[in-house]
């Protein structure tokens, strides 16, 4: 015996669901993050075979696959590997308001690191930022163990 296949149109609901949720860092982004809010100090981790250093921390080592195990504090100075003024404005998922522009924002590499990390920059004039230019961390002064807890990093040198 044979079945007869029924094709059915599927019955939809438009329907927008919003969600509240938290998540567990683990104990890589637990420690980096309680370590930004109760020092204001920075933190790698070292890979036991190839010594690259990964801030933000990571568990494993994305080149050699080792574990990562061993701290190490990197400097609130860095150098810019990457950046851009945004001028269009849109809703910032972090705080789900919309986020002022224009801004300032790059990737920066910590001295100490081998690897960089995105953040927002103070300065807002795109022909006063380069790649090369070293910036500084501006820490707040109250900290929450986030990401946020570095305000912006600044130019420390002038255009060229």
Do not use: N
């Not at 669901?17 to 104990?27: D, I, K, N, P, R």
Request: proline share 7%; charged share 25%; net charge negative.
């Amino acid at each position: 015996m044979k079945a007869e296949v029924v094709e059915q149109k599927a019955l939809r609901i438009p329907f927008q669901l919003s969600m509240e949720y938290e998540y567990a860092l683990g104990a890589h982004a637990e420690r980096f993050f309680g370590e930004l809010r109760d020092h204001g100090r920075i933190l790698g981790v070292r890979c036991p075979s190839c010594q690259r250093v990964y801030v933000p921390p990571r568990p494993v080592c994305g080149i050699c696959f080792a574990e990562t195990k061993e701290w190490v504090p990197v400097s609130d100075e860095g150098s810019l590997v990457g950046c851009t003024v945004v001028e269009l404005p849109f809703i910032d998922p972090m705080t789900g308001e919309q986020r002022p522009v224009p801004y300032g924002f790059a990737m920066v590499r910590l001295d100490g690191a081998d690897t960089a990390m995105y953040h927002f920059l103070e300065e807002t004039d795109p022909k006063k930022i380069y790649v090369g230019q070293r910036v500084k961390a501006v820490f707040r002064e109250q900290r929450t163990g986030s990401l946020l807890d570095i305000q912006h990093f600044r130019t420390l040198e002038e255009a060229r």
